[in-house]
């Protein structure tokens, strides 16, 4: 069955890094763009960044242009997100997911916390 294990969250004071790691398993990593989404307290789940299937196409949210980036690696069917100048409203959990026709079985995420 599909399964993503989220790792990397944490505690943080604004203006520092983490870097968050998903590895799945289940299905042909390989085939699929990717993408990491963040749910914060009260708010609906939205999509953070998107990894085309060679790691040649990158996207991101508004909110975190210049700040995440995101990249995969086929060969250990991992998806990655280095967070640099974190900033309070980064506090969420962290999900990934294929980027298109999500997988309806969704890791516990990880917990991103940024404060002082």
């Known amino acids: 069955q599909v399964q993503f294990v989220e790792s990397g969250g944490g505690l943080v004071q604004p203006g520092g890094s983490l870097r968050l790691s998903c590895v799945t398993s289940?299905?042909?990593?390989?085939?699929?763009?990717m993408s990491w989404y963040r749910q914060a307290p009260g708010k609906e789940r939205e999509l953070v960044a998107t990894?085309?299937?060679?790691?040649?196409?990158?996207n991101y949210a508004d909110s975190v242009k210049g700040r995440f980036t995101i990249s995969r690696d086929n060969g250990k069917n991992t998806v990655y997100l280095q967070m640099n100048s974190l900033q309070p409203e980064d506090t969420a959990v962290y999900y990934c997911?294929?980027?298109?026709?999500?997988?309806?079985?969704w890791g516990q995420g990880t917990q991103v916390t940024v404060s002082s």
């Open positions: 990894v085309s299937t060679t790691g040649n196409t990158l």
């Open positions: 997911n294929k980027a298109r026709n999500q997988f309806a079985s």
């Open positions: 289940g299905f042909t990593f390989s085939y699929y763009s």
